[in-house]
């Protein structure tokens, strides 16, 4: 993983100095609240619903074990013990005092990490696929090209005062793990015909208020044009995105109006002047920072194999835990571990300072000190020795964080909602956990398969409702909580915004009608085979409005 330099050290902790000294001008009196707003967003400072937040910055989703145990740290020292893991591969605490904030960051800046533009209108975390590195169908591990676009982009002058935030995915593998498409630029490592590195670049994606999929406007970029060609989207979208109204700022609302034709010459015409500039990137820098992110000396572990089917005979909890959440890796003596926060009838996404340092603790003595963040709010260890998997699992269960649930349905997405969130209209995380206990069964989860449900509190989509198979939208509606549901939503290489179905349902029968849903597709798919969202997209949503609403109720609709 990358590690800072001088310059870096310096930069974040004068960004730090500067902080405390807003702070205190805050807390005297000096700054008011509207003052201080900006200032506090520009270093991951909200105010929510009882108190402030803290939003850190994870780097494309990649950790150390020291960095791990400064977060448990923080959790114990300075908030409620825990922290809670969010769909951008960030990290917030919920509960910090605001006067105790610049006390954070300095501990932060003394293991790497920041807090720096993950709020604002800015270019904010570069996220990656959560594998990257260690799986079997990467082309070229995405990390040094989110670090380069990091470096770039951080406190661009250009770029610190967008129309709106914008964010940035990479993926470098067959199969999308990082929702390339639903971001403002997407950007998916590919090789050509020649056997070069390059892009295909996807523009204007993005859930909230207006939901859409990226446009495709480069089939290839070549590795050295990056960030030329990044920096003539931002230029073209700084220039013309609308600034009159928040709602229709995005990029995604000018690739709508002007035409993802009509953006894409815009773009190549700003690219044109920019090409052969100090932009260009050169092999040498690309290969320096690609050394940082030189995949581990895997030592040969083939006695794993026979130990592992051993072990599966003998546990068949282990066995189940190692069938859903240890996938292949792509050297076979070895699994990549997803370590799932979704304990059935849990909050979505919280780990304890407890278990993150159980975790820290893991990954320094199986996983070559390493973990990585999802963005479906899950911890992995990417390189673990299949002989290994028996002494983790141990590890996991002692602290609570065995749940064999990794893609079913109660492997939850959900923002925090009412319960914390300013914004939201409605509650995510009781919703989450009833849905999580009425499905706990494991016969029940194996039963069903995979089937990604996803919570939003509001319209910003902050849990990707959007692009859940079962996505659930809370509203307001009269003074009272209500629940929209979308079907046939994917946010994969094949992404799909989901379809609303029919009118909303009150909190206490959110549940039943997932389970009435879930029970649809049990009894309409054609093999055991055939996951929710295939069938989905075979059959359409007529058949879940009926049993949803009644053949009349859902024509009405």
């Known amino acids: 993983m990358y590690r800072y330099d001088e310059f870096d050290q310096a930069f974040v902790a004068e960004r730090v100095s500067q902080f405390r000294d807003q702070v205190q001008r805050r807390l005297s009196g000096e700054l008011s609240e509207d003052a201080f707003k900006p200032l506090r967003l520009m270093n991951g400072v909200y ?58 960051l300095a501990e932060l800046a003394s293991v790497e990490m920041h807090a720096i533009q993950t709020s604002g209108n800015c270019i904010r975390n570069v996220t990656a696929d959560h594998f990257a590195g260690a799986a079997a169908d990467e082309v070229a591990d995405p990390r040094p090209y989110a670090e380069i676009l990091r470096q770039w982009s951080s406190v661009h002058p250009e770029f610190s005062f967008l129309p709106r935030k914008f964010k940035i995915a990479v993926t470098g593998a067959e199969r999308d793990r990082a929702a390339i498409q639903v971001h403002d630029i997407g950007l998916h490592l590919k090789k050509n015909d020649k056997g070069e590195i390059g892009f295909a670049v996807y523009v204007g994606g993005g859930q909230g208020r207006t939901p859409m999929v990226a446009k495709l406007i480069r089939e290839f970029l070549p590795e050295e044009d990056l960030l030329s060609y990044t920096t003539a989207i931002v230029r073209v979208y700084n220039l013309h995105g609308r600034r009159d109204n928040k709602y229709k700022a995005r990029i995604k609302i000018l690739v709508h109006e002007t035409g993802a034709e009509e953006l894409a010459r815009q773009v190549e015409a700003e690219f044109a002047n920019l090409k052969d500039t100090e932009l260009k990137l050169p092999e040498a820098d690309v290969q320096a920072i690609a050394t940082y992110f030189a995949p581990p000396a895997l030592p040969e572990r083939a006695e794993g194999w026979e130990n592992l089917a051993r072990w599966k005979k003998a546990d068949p909890a282990f066995a189940r835990w190692v069938g859903q959440n240890v996938q292949p890796h792509k050297n076979p003596d070895y699994g990549m571990v997803t370590i799932s926060l979704k304990p059935i009838g849990g909050i979505p996404g919280d780990a304890s300072d407890a278990q993150m340092d159980v975790v820290a603790d893991i990954a320094e003595e199986y996983a070559f000190d390493e973990i990585r963040v999802s963005h479906e709010q899950n911890l992995i260890l990417p390189h673990v020795a299949l002989a290994d998997l028996e002494a983790v699992y141990r590890a996991l269960v002692a602290a609570g964080l065995e749940t064999a649930n990794a ?151």
């Open 47 to 104: 105010l929510q619903l009882h108190a402030y937040m803290l939003r850190i910055a994870i780097p494309y989703g990649t950790l150390s074990s020291r960095q791990v145990r400064m977060l448990a740290h923080i959790g114990r020292t300075y908030d409620r013990g825990y922290g809670h893991f969010t769909t951008r591969q960030n990290l917030q605490f919920n509960w910090p005092k605001l006067s105790d904030i610049p006390d954070v």
């Open 407 to 557: 893609g079913l349905i109660t492997d939850i997405i959900a923002c925090p909602g009412l319960d914390y969130c300013a914004l939201a209209n409605a509650r995510s995380i009781p919703v989450a956990q009833e849905i999580s206990r009425r499905f706990g069964s494991a016969e029940r989860q194996a039963e069903i398969g995979e089937l990604k449900i996803k919570i939003s509190g509001c319209i910003n989509a902050c849990g990707h409702h959007h692009v859940g198979h079962i996505g659930l939208l809370g509203v307001e509606k009269k003074g009272a909580e209500l629940y929209q549901i979308t079907l046939g939503g994917s946010g994969d290489e094949h992404t799909s915004i989901g379809e609303i179905i029919g009118r909303g349902f009150e909190p206490e029968k959110v549940t039943d009608a997932i389970e009435t849903i879930v029970d649809t597709y049990l009894g309409l798919r054609l093999e055991p085979s055939e996951t929710f969202l295939a069938a989905y997209r075979r059959v359409g949503p007529q058949p879940f409005k009926d049993a949803l609403y009644g053949s009349a109720a859902a024509e009405a609709a």
